[in-house]
């Protein structure tokens, strides 16, 4: 069965800096897609990376890395540089190929402190 | 701007009625989703439809159903056979066969009284 699985519903770290937030899928599938969504406290979710599995080289995006090992079927999100601003509920999420499902994870909450 | 508008974004209804929440996208994407969030169980699919006048059971469709009459519109129905139909409820979208990201509305929380 395809899974995605978040084992920390919470994690703190402190303003300014860095932090990993675990992922661990589960696929007999040879090409999928990795993703990250960030959920504020209003509702919306707002992408943050992407990461084929194809892909040699670790996705990254401003502050947000994703560090991916194929063989251990992990993509561990970073962000560096924490912001109070990046209090949220944090998804991983992956979508089998050639399928239209996205499947996600139970999430993560991460509280910034100043 | 382009984006994905859902509405209402607050619903109470008493047990026995129906519901219908409204989704609809501007941007020229073929495929739609409707998703529900529970506290501690992330989002769950329930319907998704990738082109028009089609779609597809996800994995809590029971006591849901959905149309997809325009290629911008996808709404979701909750029928009173839904027996725990408080959620928050979340539609989105992408171009299909695409393995980009998707786009998410703000969502619907869904209060029975």
């Known amino acids: 069965a395809q899974k995605i699985t978040q084992t920390q519903p919470g994690m703190f770290v402190q303003e300014k800096e860095a932090v990993t937030l675990d992922c661990t899928y589960d696929?007999?599938?040879?090409?999928?897609?990795l993703f990250w969504y960030k959920q504020p406290s209003s509702g919306e979710m707002i992408f943050l990376i992407y990461?084929?599995?194809?892909?040699?080289q670790n996705a990254t995006e401003g502050r947000y890395s994703l560090n991916f090992q194929k063989a251990r079927k992990s993509a561990n999100l970073v962000i560096s540089a924490s912001q109070l601003g990046d209090s949220a509920m944090y998804f991983c999420?992956?979508?089998?190929?050639?399928?239209?499902?996205?499947?996600f994870g139970t999430g993560t909450r991460l509280q910034v402190f100043p | 701007d382009g984006g994905i508008t859902q509405s209402p974004k607050y619903l109470f209804r008493k047990e026995g009625q129906n519901v219908t929440l409204s989704c609809e996208q501007n941007l020229n994407h073929d495929a739609m989703y409707w998703y529900r969030q529970d506290p501690g169980q992330g989002l769950r699919l329930i319907y998704y439809s990738q082109i028009v006048n089609d779609f597809q059971k996800g994995d809590i469709a029971e006591g849901y159903s959905v149309s997809r009459e325009k290629k911008e519109s996808f709404p979701l129905t909750v029928t009173s056979a839904q027996k725990n139909p408080t959620a928050f409820y979340l539609c989105?979208?992408?171009?299909?066969?695409?393995?980009?990201?998707?786009?998410f509305g703000e969502g619907s929380r869904l209060t029975v009284l």
């Open positions: 990461q084929g599995s194809y892909d040699e």
């Open positions: 696929t007999s599938d040879q090409s999928y897609g």
């Open positions: 989105a979208s992408r171009f299909a066969a695409d393995t980009g990201e998707l786009f």
């Open positions: 999420a992956m979508s089998p190929y050639n399928t239209d499902k996205l499947i």
